[in-house]
């Protein structure tokens, strides 16, 4: 019998604004321009929050922090494309995103203090909390996802995950439940080069993340994850195929980590300064701002307004954190599980006695 092709693939790269601010239109999502320079502000808070959580670090004011620069397009570009009734699953660098949901900026900050309050997602917010672990957020997503196609729930769910997460057996999971049930959920690799130390080249040997899509039966698509029209465009369009049963999309966003990995991390032993300067020209605020300055959108009078009232909200969130009342340390013990075990009242009962406290 003759060999035959029973399968070929091909992977679409989407680009709307170039480095340049050059936009093609035909690309171009249908946003006004109220939402144009909504996107352009979300990025600027997102930015600005994350300068002052790196100082706050640098000051001892705060715990180990994991930075998003250079990223913030592809995390407010996504959330921008959600519904307040979809369910979101953040990673643990996607404070971007939770802004854009409606997460208040102090819990970000309350969550790297070690302050478990700020785990506790207020209600009408359908999102999880910070997922530390890599890629144990997928499957989770997956099976809410799931539930929410059986009881004929018509929204979708994002899953966030960096490049690293596609080497868990997690990813392999939650993907291959996703294909074969049609699993309403969009799977958002924010592929920002590097996993820690971990260069994309040694985590896989495939051209594109996503490519993995394809032996899941479902679409990949890879964006240019510093263009925040794109990255609207992609989401959106995902969000759509999963809210009306057509399954599940990966979109890999092609983007930059340009911070160390967290404060704990020190990138410069293994990665060169010039990668780092050629990833700096393709500045996702900027590349918006030159597009929205060409079409008459930016002015310094605004530009000025924006940054000013970004850094009051930060600043004000960073009081709300400094004046909160202690976290009582019980609640690292009571919502460990749904019902506190044997061995965590054990062990609070320790704690607690070990620190002249009642139970």
């Known amino acids: 019998m003759p060999e035959k092709t029973i399968e070929s693939f091909s992977v679409h790269w989407l680009q709307v604004l170039d480095e340049y601010g050059n936009c093609d239109e035909e690309l171009r999502p249908s946003l006004d321009d109220a939402k144009i320079k909504k996107l352009f502000e979300w990025m600027i808070l997102a930015r600005t929050f994350d300068n002052k959580a790196f100082k706050l670090q640098r000051e001892g004011r705060l715990g180990t922090y994991a930075s998003i620069l250079g990223q913030e397009a592809a995390q407010v570009g996504s959330a921008f494309a959600l519904k307040p009734g979809d369910w979101m699953f953040p990673a643990f660098r996607e404070p971007g995103a939770s802004f854009v949901r409606g997460l208040p900026l102090r819990m970000i900050l309350q969550y790297w203090a070690g302050d478990e309050r700020g785990n506790l997602i207020p209600e009408g917010i359908n999102d999880f909390p910070i997922t530390i672990p890599v890629a144990t957020q997928i499957p989770i997503g997956v099976g809410t996802a799931i539930a929410a196609k059986l009881k004929g729930d018509p929204i979708a769910v994002m899953v966030y995950m960096g490049d690293g997460a596609t080497s868990k057996g997690d990813f392999h999971e939650g993907l291959n ?3 074969v049930f049609s699993a309403p959920v969009v799977f958002l690799c924010q592929n920002n080069q590097w996993a820690i130390s971990v260069p994309l080249k040694r985590q896989t040997a495939a051209k594109t993340l996503a490519q993995k899509a394809i032996a899941y039966g479902f679409p990949g698509l890879q ?3 510093n263009d925040v029209l794109a990255v609207y465009r992609a989401a959106n369009e995902a969000l759509t195929r999963a809210r009306k049963g057509q399954g599940p999309t990966l979109i890999e966003c092609v983007t930059y980590r340009l911070g160390d990995h967290t404060t704990a991390d020190d990138a410069s032993r293994y990665r060169s300064r010039e990668e780092v300067e050629q990833w700096k020209k393709k500045d996702p605020i900027e590349r918006l701002r030159i597009y929205m300055e060409k079409t008459g959108l930016w002015s310094k009078t605004y530009d000025h307004a924006v940054r000013s009232d970004a850094k009051d909200k ?23 599980f749904h019902e506190l075990t044997a061995e965590l009242r054990e062990q609070m009962e320790g704690f607690l006695e070990g620190n002249g406290r009642q139970t």
């Open 177 to 179: 439940f996703a294909g």
């Open 223 to 225: 964006v240019d994850g």
């Open 314 to 336: 930060v600043e004000e969130a960073v009081r709300e954190t400094e004046n909160m009342p202690p976290p009582d340390p019980r609640d690292m013990f009571r919502f460990m």
